[in-house]
């Protein structure tokens, strides 16, 4: 198929060649009613609300006393990070998103996360005590976009017995009126077992991510959650689960879908694109189309806030893969979450890719 694609001279041989295959294959109207029909989803999402702050420096040299690098400040930039994000990224897509999340009752900076997000969330704020609203805050080089050093806002502590009882009575209350329920455990302290157990036993389909992080290396992975219908993870946090650095990725994958009874699962590989896999078609590889890479804080989410809507929907697992990727590819050509995943911008490119 000749490559008439203006974005496709971009790419390696071998993504154009995938391209051509893959709209050989499938029309476009047929991978993009996925994202029209999710409109009418009813969705919850559940996790840490994060404010991602990025502090913009310029380095002027090392301490003429210690070894230490000395910046200069030049400004600030907030954004609305961890599910926050997500939510904003489903609420472009669907007309009925709900969110539960804890914020904290020192500094919950609840109005700055008012402006940022979408109006039509249903927003269900739990208080944290003695805890600020995660905040995550990173040094950046502004001219290099190098991140020099970050520092972590947080009260990782588990949740005390009210907090916890308040976020199970919401979750049983909730969990009915919902088709799909997207879960970003970043491993920071809300979830108790109780309260997953209440989404993996309640949730009418379950998409799921378990973050690896700085906070919670090693002591955070998927097999927390005894039942998962999708999940979405990179491939350092699966091996992470399995304990295999340099093992072969599809047994990992397929250990993941018995161990959770998961019948769908996606594996993010950063410039590699993306493996996955249901138990009804197998394995598919689908090569990465960012042209660009600016930031990759956030993309994971947005792959999973997008991919989920579809595979709740029984899409096929490669164009949910293709979906997956047109979707990273935005996500990493922006600082932190500054563009969200829109519906035209998202459009225009998946019939860019398969024209």
């Given at each position: 198929m000749?490559?008439?694609?203006?974005?496709?001279?971009a790419f390696p041989k071998e993504v154009c060649d995938y391209l051509a295959g893959f709209a050989a294959k499938y029309d476009i109207a047929d991978v993009l009613r996925y994202l029209e029909s999710a409109q009418a989803l009813k969705v919850l999402v559940v996790g840490e609300a994060i404010i991602d702050e990025y502090q913009y420096c310029e380095a002027i040299g090392k301490s003429s006393k210690e070894p230490t690098l000395v910046v200069k400040a030049n400004s600030t930039e907030k954004f609305a990070g961890g599910i926050l994000a997500v939510a904003n990224?489903?609420?472009?897509?669907?007309?009925h998103v709900g969110m539960v999340t804890f914020l904290g009752?020192?500094?919950?900076?609840?109005?700055f996360i008012d402006e940022k997000l979408n109006s039509k969330i249903k927003r269900f704020f739990l208080y944290k005590k003695d805890s600020p609203t995660i905040v995550k805050r990173r040094f950046v080089d502004e001219y290099f976009f190098t991140k020099l050093l970050e520092v972590y806002e947080i009260n990782d502590e588990a949740l005390d017995k009210?907090?916890?009882?308040?976020?199970?009575?919401?979750?049983?209350?909730?969990?009915?009126?919902?088709d799909v329920v997207i879960v970003v455990d970043f491993g920071h302290g809300i979830l108790s077992q109780e309260a997953i157990d209440i989404l993996c036993g309640e949730a009418r389909f379950l998409a799921l991510n378990v973050q690896a992080n700085a906070g919670n290396l090693g002591y955070h992975t998927l097999s927390t959650y005894p039942r998962?219908?999708?999940?979405?993870?990179?491939?350092?946090?699966?091996?992470?689960?399995?304990r295999d650095r340099r093992g072969d990725l599809k047994g990992m994958i397929l250990d993941v879908s018995q161990k959770l009874g998961c019948g769908q699962v996606a594996v993010t590989r950063g410039k590699y694109g993306c493996l996955c896999y249901s138990t009804e078609e197998g394995f598919f590889e689908i090569p990465a189309f960012a042209d660009r890479v600016v930031d990759r804080i956030g993309a994971g989410d947005a792959f999973l806030s997008l991919t989920a809507l579809c595979v709740a929907q029984k899409a096929p697992m490669e164009v949910?893969?293709?979906?997956?990727?047109?979707?990273?590819?935005?996500?990493?050509?922006?600082?932190?979450?500054?563009k969200l995943i829109e519906r035209v911008s998202l459009y225009k490119q998946i019939e860019s890719l398969m024209k």
């Open positions: 000749q490559q008439s694609n203006e974005h496709a001279s990224h489903v609420a472009n897509f669907c007309d009752t020192e500094n919950p900076q609840e109005a009210a907090d916890n009882e308040q976020l199970c009575a919401i979750l049983r209350h909730q969990l009915p009126s919902y998962a219908d999708y999940v979405s993870t990179a491939e350092n946090e699966i091996r992470l689960e399995t949910v893969g293709f979906i997956g990727n047109a979707v990273g590819a935005q996500a990493v050509a922006t600082v932190g979450h500054r």
